[in-house]
């Protein structure tokens, strides 16, 4: 009985993951479309660069952790529940402080990285305003793994939906 159980929740997972993937490709296809004749090629190349920067420092902000997260709190979850919280304080603590680290640099490195190295001056903008997505994508993809490591994976789905 218990093989069925876990049989149950294991389709149940893959599937929520499975739409959850579907959604997400789907809706970046539609976006990057809508993007893109919006802005019109010369904008939308930097608008390119501007992310393709953010998403450099959104690596420094996660180092990895997102998945120490899984493990550690998976592990918890089957062993010691009590310190689960404990678990989940220290590592948005951890999180916290990367992301100000990468915030910060970022921040000190806009101006020069847009006037200096790439010389386009609407990039500073973007990359101040971009820092916004940043700070929101890192804790998304932490949240994210949490999701994953209690079994609500249906909230990822519901998450790219919105």
Not at 104 to 131: C, D, T
């Amino acid at each position: 009985m218990p093989d069925q159980n876990l049989k149950q929740r294991i389709v149940k997972n893959s599937f929520w993951i499975f739409m959850s993937s579907v959604i997400n490709r789907v809706g970046t296809l539609f976006f990057t479309i809508l993007l893109a004749r919006y802005l019109l090629p010369e904008a939308y190349g930097i608008y390119n660069l501007a992310l393709s920067v953010i998403l450099l420092f959104l690596t420094l902000s996660s180092l990895g952790l997102d998945n120490v997260v899984t493990k550690y709190i998976s592990s918890v979850l089957l062993k010691k529940k009590h310190q689960l919280s404990s678990y989940n304080i220290y590592f948005l603590k951890l999180k916290l402080k990367l992301t100000t680290l990468s915030l910060l640099l970022l921040f000190l490195a806009a101006y020069p990285l847009s006037r200096y190295i790439f010389k386009i001056n609407e990039l500073f903008f973007l990359l101040i305003i971009g820092s916004l997505y940043l700070l929101f994508q890192t804790f998304e993809s932490y949240f994210t793994q949490l999701f994953y490591c209690i079994e609500k994976t249906k909230y990822t789905s519901y998450k790219e939906i919105i």
